[in-house]
C-alpha cells in the first residue's frame, strides 16, 4: 500500500502535519465528489454559508470563510453564471449588494450536506468524544486569535 510506504519514510508525528494531511486529503475527497455536480469546495462551502445567513456580501463571505477576495470572488461570479446564487442591491444600503441563494441553489443543500457527512462517516468521525471535537473547536478558534492580532 502507498500509505505504508509513506508513514516508512516519514513518521508523521507533528501536529500541523496531521492537520496538513486531512486538509489536503478533505479537500481531494469534497472535491472529487462535488465535481460531478461542475462545483468545487470553495463554492460548496459559499452556498452552504450563504444558505446559513441571507444577505451577505462578498467581502461578509471573504472574512467569514477566512478565505482570499479573488477566490471568493471567482466563486461567485461560477455560482451565480450556474444559477446557484443572485446578487441583488441591499435593502439597507443602496450603494452595496447582497448574495442569495436562487431555488436552485437551495435544492442542492441536502447534496452538499450528504457529500460531507460521507466523508466524515467514512473517516469515523460521528464516534470520536464530544471532548475532542469541543478541543479541536477552541484550536481553531485560539488559532484565529492568534492570527488576527497585529
Not at 43 to 49: E, F, G, N, V
Request: with cysteine.
Amino acid at each position: 500500500m502507498k500509505f505504508e510506504k509513506i508513514i516508512e519514510f516519514h513518521s508523521y508525528d507533528k501536529f500541523g502535519e496531521i492537520l496538513y494531511i486531512l486538509h489536503k486529503n478533505n479537500r481531494k475527497y469534497l472535491n472529487d465528489a462535488l465535481s460531478k455536480h461542475d462545483l468545487n469546495l470553495l463554492q460548496a462551502m459559499c452556498i452552504l454559508t450563504l444558505d446559513e445567513k441571507s444577505d451577505l456580501s462578498q467581502q461578509d463571505l471573504t472574512d467569514i470563510l477566512f478565505l482570499t477576495k479573488s477566490g471568493i470572488t471567482k466563486a461567485v461570479k461560477k455560482l451565480e453564471d450556474m444559477g446557484y446564487v443572485e446578487r441583488t442591491k441591499s435593502k439597507t444600503d443602496a450603494r452595496q449588494h447582497v448574495l442569495n441563494l436562487t431555488d436552485k441553489g437551495r435544492k442542492i443543500i441536502p447534496t452538499l450536506r450528504n457529500i460531507n457527512d460521507e466523508w466524515e462517516s467514512r473517516m469515523g468521525l460521528p464516534e470520536l468524544d464530544d471532548s475532542f471535537i469541543k478541543i479541536l473547536h477552541n484550536l481553531a478558534y485560539k488559532s484565529i486569535d492568534l492570527n488576527s492580532k497585529e
